[in-house]
């Protein structure tokens, strides 16, 4: 009988342990898939935030470069002697190449711009900057040009057509063209008009540069027109191909929203598409990412899941089926085990309750749980929470400044002990008052949870306890931190709206500053109404700083942000990118230099925008980029001055001999002022023009002198001089003796 009970016991435990071993696999089976769905979703979510704040510069830069082209359209029609192209049959090169001259300046001020021509189908004549030729209707190297004036049509005069035209000197050119009447009439067939070609390279280049930064994702980014044809792509080849045979441009094509992402099969491969659109141009804006590439560490977790679910198994099962073979005295020492390790896990429980405590209330706090009273009631006994939740309800949203230094310095257990301690310190304050309870809210977000009686004497009260807790914080933590005071809710179920507002009010902190208390009285401040950039400042700025004017650009800088003080925080923000994209379009060369640190600002920039707390950070940003910019606009033109004045001590050295050999004969080669000139000159070498040419020439006339037997006047012919008397007085100046004295002296032997 005690065989048979000893048995009947084991063959119970098994049955046990068997049951257990397999709930606990299901268990984490199942917690891993619910965990494999959420990170899935997040990694997606991820990209696309990626993939579409790309896309959007992109399509900012496409929409710079039309206002760009629309103002130099405007620029070319209004100037009266362009008439003279299109208009004047006389072949006076006087108005002509006037005219020509304006055009060609405009086209060489402008980086965007590649070529523009005047085309005139009554006189027969086509004019191109691209090498100042005229040309007639039939002769023209690019006909396609005439075509597209012969088949003009008003939509034609808004929208970039993208072309590969045929260049002078350069083969095929990508380029996107404009086609602007110029005094057409209406019901007639277009006559004359100015065609613009702007360079499909500038925003393929931002393309590349933005594809390339993100090389955690193997990806490819494109532009089509409302056709599906693609004009801009990574590759040039790729420039008028014609995608709208594949699915996912087609849905693109056919979608109405300005934005936008889904997923689709590409040779058999899941892509990810995102796409922006820009209603300007009617262009869209793709990027495809392969699954493969940003899902790989989810499909890892998933491996690791189920093999780690299937070793618990069977290392149960078989824990389970040697178990059973044991007597009756291990079964209750087992069982005594478990009772022990059951006991510790409620001791372990007791101990977690502020985590439990904590864990329930965000929830509450995002609007993720729903309870009713008695839920409520049960909670706030087993949990300790201090705020009844049983009638209005108020928030204090604290975020922790300069968060990004505080994850650098300190591990995450610090970083979690520290926060606790910031916790501490609010809810012991805040009970002083009010009854309420504090949350983190992970990352940089701590919350404050209130009974509230919604009045207006309350406000105060709360600053004050904000101010409190701040000084608390910095004395005993040597940290900061700002608070954002929500509006009152009238009840627990809607605080998953009043974090969303609160959250949205402590965006302003950027305006603010570090250490600021935030109130709903605050969003009255903002204007209604959000002020237009400011376009010509901006221009101002950008002058600025071509010219090397430092000051002057920070100057600008700070009326540009002076006049955005009081606007939302989307529009600031929006402004200080679009602001950033100008400076990066205006400076190409710099923006993409290997000798410059103001690559590496701007991509850290672009990558860390979201994390930036206050306007302060954003100037020191702007400060250093500008100051990389100037140094290598002040390096690039010092180069060039080398190079001048090397050029123009060649020039001497060859022309020495020539008589009228002076500074004008060299400004003209260089097609430069003579005083610019010799002002160069001086400052790099420290004598003036004539001064080298005459120390060239009496280092001519010496190695004559001294090498051989020719006369006087032999020798003065032969270094350039034609007065004679003028020739001894520089001589006796050069040399400090006359030249009878020099022939004196005895000639160097010396071979």
């Not at 980086?111 to 009554?122: E, F, G, K, Q």
């Not at 618990?312 to 040697?322: A, E, K, P």
């Not at 006994?381 to 209005?392: V, Y």
């Amino acid at each position: 009988m005690a065989i048979q009970s000893k048995l009947h016991l084991s063959s119970l435990y098994t049955k046990l342990l068997v049951t257990f071993t397999l709930t606990v696999t299901l268990l984490i089976f199942g917690l891993s898939a619910l965990l494999y769905r959420n990170y899935t979703s997040a990694s997606i979510d991820s990209i696309n935030r990626t993939n579409t704040s790309m896309l959007h510069q992109i399509s900012y830069s496409a929409n710079y470069m039309d206002n760009v082209t629309q103002k130099f359209i405007t620029a070319a029609t209004a100037e009266p002697s362009v008439a003279n192209l299109f208009f004047n049959p006389e072949d006076d090169m006087v108005l002509l190449g006037g005219a020509f001259r304006f055009l060609n300046l405009l086209v060489t001020t402008n980086d965007y711009v590649y070529s523009a021509y005047t085309v005139s189908l009554p006189l027969d004549r086509i004019v191109s900057t691209e090498n100042g030729a005229f040309y007639s209707v039939h002769d023209f190297y690019d006909p396609e040009a005439v075509r597209l004036v012969r088949e003009w049509k008003d939509s034609m005069s808004s929208n970039p057509i993208a072309r590969t035209i045929p260049s002078v000197s350069l083969g095929g050119v990508n380029v996107y063209t404009y086609v602007m009447p110029y005094q057409a009439r209406l019901g007639e067939h277009l006559q004359t008009a100015l065609v613009v070609n702007i360079k499909a390279s500038v925003l393929r280049a931002l393309i590349t540069s933005l594809n390339t930064k993100e090389a955690d994702y193997t990806s490819d980014i494109f532009v089509i027109d409302a056709n599906g044809v693609v004009v801009n792509h990574t590759s040039a080849e790729m420039f008028k191909h014609n995608m709208k045979e594949t699915s996912y441009a087609r849905t693109v094509l056919e979608s109405n929203q300005s934005s936008g992402s889904f997923k689709t099969n590409i040779e058999g491969k899941p892509f990810n598409v995102t796409f922006v659109s820009s209603d300007k141009l009617k262009w869209k804006f793709i990027s495809l990412t392969a699954y493969d590439t940003f899902m790989s560490p989810v499909k890892a977790i998933k491996s690791s899941t189920l093999l780690i679910s299937v070793i618990v198994l069977l290392l149960g099962l078989l824990f389970s089926l040697f178990m059973s073979r044991s007597l009756y005295s291990p079964v209750r020492t087992f069982i005594d085990s478990v009772r022990n390790k059951n006991d510790e896990l409620v001791r372990k429980q007791r101990d977690q309750r502020h985590t439990l405590k904590g864990d329930w209330l965000k929830q509450v706090v995002l609007g993720n749980k729903s309870f009713d009273e008695q839920e409520l009631e049960a909670q706030k006994s087993e949990l300790g929470i201090h705020a009844s939740l049983a009638g209005t309800v108020r928030m204090v949203l604290f975020r922790m400044d300069g968060y990004k230094s505080f994850v650098e310095n300190y591990s995450k257990r610090d970083r979690r002990l520290l926060k606790f301690a910031i916790a501490n310190i609010i809810e012991d304050l805040s009970l002083a008052h009010h009854r309420g309870d504090a949350i983190d809210m992970d990352s940089d977000k701590i919350v404050l949870l209130l009974d509230s009686g919604g009045s207006e004497e309350e406000e105060p009260i709360l600053v004050e306890l904000v101010r409190n807790v701040q000084r608390s914080v910095s004395d005993y933590l040597r940290l900061s931190v700002s608070a954002a005071i929500g509006k009152p809710a009238v009840s627990a179920h809607f605080l998953g709206d009043a974090y969303s507002e609160t959250l949205a009010l402590s965006m302003y902190r950027l305006v603010t500053g570090k250490g600021s208390v935030l109130t709903p009285v605050f969003l009255s401040s903002i204007e209604p109404n959000q002020p237009a950039f400011p376009e010509s400042k901006a221009k101002l700025l950008l002058d600025s700083l071509k010219l090397g004017h430092l000051d002057k650009a920070i100057g600008y800088y700070d009326e540009i942000m002076e006049g955005l003080i009081r606007s939302k925080y989307e529009t600031v923000l929006s402004s200080v990118m679009r602001m950033m994209f100008m400076i990066r379009s205006a400076f190409p060369s710099v923006a993409d230099s290997d000798q410059s640190r103001v690559p590496d600002l701007l991509q850290g920039f672009f990558i860390n925008i979201e994390s930036i707390e206050s306007l302060e950070e954003i100037q020191r940003n702007f400060e250093e980029i500008f100051k990389g910019i100037v140094a290598s606009l002040d390096t690039n033109k010092q180069n060039k001055r080398h190079m001048i004045v090397t050029r123009i001590k060649k020039m001497i050295a060859e022309q020495y001999r020539d008589p009228n050999l002076n500074l004008s004969v060299l400004a003209e080669e260089f097609q430069m002022s003579h005083v610019y000139l010799g002002r160069i000159f001086k400052e790099s070498t420290g004598q003036s023009v004539v001064e080298h040419i005459t120390a060239v020439r009496m280092e001519h006339v010496k190695h004559l002198l001294d090498e051989s037997n020719l006369t006087t006047k032999e020798i003065v012919e032969q270094c350039g001089w034609e007065d004679s008397n003028y020739f001894y007085i520089l001589f006796k100046k050069h040399f400090g003796m006359p030249l009878s004295q020099y022939r004196l002296k005895p000639k160097n032997t010396d071979k």
